[in-house]
């Protein structure tokens, strides 16, 4: 009764203890110029920018707000998305407030707000235009500060610096060159050539030396200087197909290549999406493990307050401890993977060597998939660039058998030259001629190479088709398989939103527990082990929901959806 009167007249200590910490939890703090407040609904910093997170009604997607969370009417997807809110929200009597701490001290450069319709990328993030410059000091590659990025702002970049891009487009640029090319064939050819030359026989030269043997006085042997020049036309009048076939077979490839930088396209806005998609969720876990190294701060206190006061034991101290060195090493390992994640977004972008980049967007739903899963297959049957490069690779193989093909039959040449012909000092004036005629070739046995040509062609013609075939199927599974990951991750979203508001509710009874006497603190590491998991999982929902949306987009394509 004594130890119970002694306990009842401490506990109003113990909690004012634990009250006290507290504010520092829920209240405003501020990092290197960024204030950012514990409110459950709204992110708010210095420079005037409001963060909404998933409890927002944004024209992405919000999750609709309610205080129960419920699991119930799993076939509607508007009773799937409960706002993140109902597990944000704070209670009066809540012990503990989880905040929302800043994932690193550092500098932040504000970004410019974007107008309406358009995509401000901030300046100081554009490469060098030289693209063999590298650094060679070390405060050419030392980040001077850290730019927040959007996503659309990401994907503006990448469009605009990504190298593997810009090699696809200058390979376009180069299959245009061959096609001009191959079309200056349905122009004649005009070429002209000239000559000036002073030439002596040897003949004449040993006449004019035996002359010197008996006339030492006779001349030397003449020299002849002439200018001779000659102009040629010539056009294939008929080739059998060759040359309109060749001209189809550039054509072809250069809508090859056309397909090559939408695709390239198209995958870029998948790996952005996805790097994006990481850091945000390297972020988060940042974020998570500084409030499990709070968490476990909270329940040291307590320990070591109750066995200051007798109530307590050693060994729930030391339980404490290594449960706060366990999670400070999380942390360790979550700014690790954060920095990691950054710089694997920073390769894509392809942006200055000086500035560091972090995710601006909250993590909430990107997007509601609104088609059938069969309306889903067929959109990205028809717009899908892989199918279409089959297509034109089937194409290119059936002109270059026609090629192969044309060899054996006639070719016909309308040729014609005019000459000219003058010998200097010879008294007669400049002599011409000319020459117009018709030029009829054709190869009568070539030892079957044409056939042999054509017999390849006719192999990769099969070979485009089987791919088509594979190519079609390999879609309509990576449709079906993206289809079902978002609408599995988007029941998953709604469970850990459930799950994390009842980790939080069993963590504040857990606490109250632990200070009446009742409970233990093992049950309260495992609560706070409980909700770390269960804020962990909430936000891996979202953000593999957003990642299955993002390839389901991919695998439909942008131009589908644009339409």
């Known amino acids: 009764m004594k130890g119970q009167q002694l306990f009842h007249s401490f506990l109003p200590s113990v909690t004012a203890a634990v009250l006290t910490t507290q504010p520092a939890w ?4 501020k990092v290197s110029g960024i204030e950012i407040a514990s409110s459950p609904n709204e992110v708010t910093s210095t420079y005037q920018d409001r963060l909404t997170n998933a409890a927002d009604h944004s024209s992405e997607v919000a999750l609709k707000q309610t205080h129960q969370c419920p699991q119930e009417n799993q ?31 550092e500098t932040v450069t504000p970004t410019t707000p974007a107008p309406t319709n358009s995509v401000v990328v901030p300046d100081n993030l554009s490469p060098s235009p030289n693209p063999l410059l590298f650094p060679t000091k070390a405060e050419e590659v030392t980040f001077q500060g850290n730019q927040p990025l959007s996503l659309e702002q990401a994907l503006e970049l990448a469009k605009r610096n990504n190298n593997d891009l810009q090699v696809s487009i200058l390979q376009l ?13 349905l122009f004649p050819t005009l070429g002209i050539s000239g000559n000036v030359t002073n030439s002596r026989t040897t003949s004449e030269t ?16 003449p020299a002849d200087t002439s200018f001779t020049g000659r102009a040629q036309f010539n056009y294939d009048l008929y080739t059998s197909g060759r040359r309109s076939a060749a ?11 056309e397909l090559d930088v939408e695709n390239r396209v198209e995958d870029l806005r998948l790996n952005v999406a996805r790097a994006y998609y990481d850091l945000q969720q390297s972020d988060e876990n940042v974020r998570i493990s500084q409030s499990a190294v709070q968490n476990a701060q909270a329940s040291l206190r307590d320990a070591q307050a109750l066995e200051q006061a007798g109530v307590g034991t050693r060994f729930d101290v030391l339980r404490s401890q290594v449960n706060l ?8 390992n979550a700014l690790s993977q954060q920095q990691v994640s950054r710089r694997r977004l920073a390769t894509f972008l392809n942006i200055s060597q000086t500035v560091n980049i972090s995710a601006a967007d909250p993590v909430k739903l990107a997007g509601l998939w609104n088609q059938t899963l069969e309306e889903s297959i067929v959109l990205a049957l028809q717009n899908r660039p892989e199918l279409q490069q089959n297509l034109a690779q089937r194409n290119i193989s059936e002109q270059q058998r026609k090629q192969a093909l044309a060899s054996l039959g006639p070719q016909v040449s309308l040729v014609a030259t005019y000459d000219l012909l003058d010998v200097f000092n010879d008294g007669v004036g400049v002599s011409d001629g000319y020459s117009v005629g018709v030029q009829a070739t054709l190869n009568l046995f070539d030892g079957g190479a044409a056939r042999a040509r054509a017999a390849q062609a006719k192999s990769n013609i099969a070979i485009a088709e089987t791919q088509f075939s594979e190519q079609r199927n390999q879609i309509r599974f990576q449709v079906e398989q993206a289809f079902s990951s978002q609408r599995s991750n988007l029941e998953n979203v709604q469970t850990a939103n459930a799950a994390l508001e009842q980790a939080r509710e069993s963590l504040r009874l857990a606490r109250l527990r632990f200070q009446a006497g009742v409970g233990t603190q093992t049950d309260v590491i495992n609560s706070e082990n409980d909700l770390t998991r269960a804020e962990g999982n909430r936000i891996k929902a979202i953000l593999d929901y957003n990642r299955a949306l993002t390839e389901l987009q991919r695998y439909v394509t942008t131009r589908a959806l644009s339409k």
Request: one cysteine or more; a neutral charge; proline letters at 4%.
């Open 26 to 29: 829920a209240g405003n703090m």
């Open 75 to 105: 076939n509607s997807q508007a009773a799937l998305l409960i706002s993140s809110g109902c597990v944000q929200k704070n209670s009066g009597i809540d012990i503990l407030a989880q905040a929302t701490v800043p994932t690193e001290p």
């Open 173 to 185: 640029e180069r299959s245009k060159s061959a096609l001009r090319e191959q079309q200056a064939a």
């Open 206 to 221: 040993l006449q004019a030396n035996r002359q010197k043997k008996v006339f030492p006085n006779a001349d030397d042997a």
């Open 247 to 257: 001209i189809k077979e550039a054509e072809e490839r250069v809508r090859v290549q």
């Open 325 to 332: 060195a366990n999670s400070q090493q999380e942390l360790t």
